[in-house]
């Protein structure tokens, strides 16, 4: 099985900034942990950070016929785009939308939760882990 892990806008600024709301780990720390994630679940993990979304737009475009599934967590693009959310809505694939705080607690909605097959918000960076295993077991949300 091969998932394609989405990380969004700022988020190579965790565990630098707004420490409060988002925790203390930092982008490569979440990464590990997905990394061993998936080692752990048997899954061919790639992580694709970029803060420009066309970037990320074009990647989920290439991985959509060569992935099983995507991970994405937005952040700073949860509420406002268009162009990558449009590409992850065109995934014939599962896709679970992963925040590590509650961004409807502070009053940001999702532009993606309409187009993903689940979301896992406020369970801290285990959220990732969550969402691999529902991917590896096929387990999906009724």
Known sequence: MKVLVIQGAGMDRRGKTQVEVFGPETLEEINRLIEDAARELA???EIFFDNDEASAAQKVRDAAASVDGVVINPAGFTATSETLRDAVAQLQVPVYEV???NPSARGVESVFRPH???AVCGFGYD???LALRVLSDGSRPA
């Open 43 to 45: 899954i061919d993990v």
């Open 99 to 101: 925040h590590g705080s």
């Open 116 to 118: 993903c097959t689940g």
């Open 127 to 129: 959220g990732y882990r």
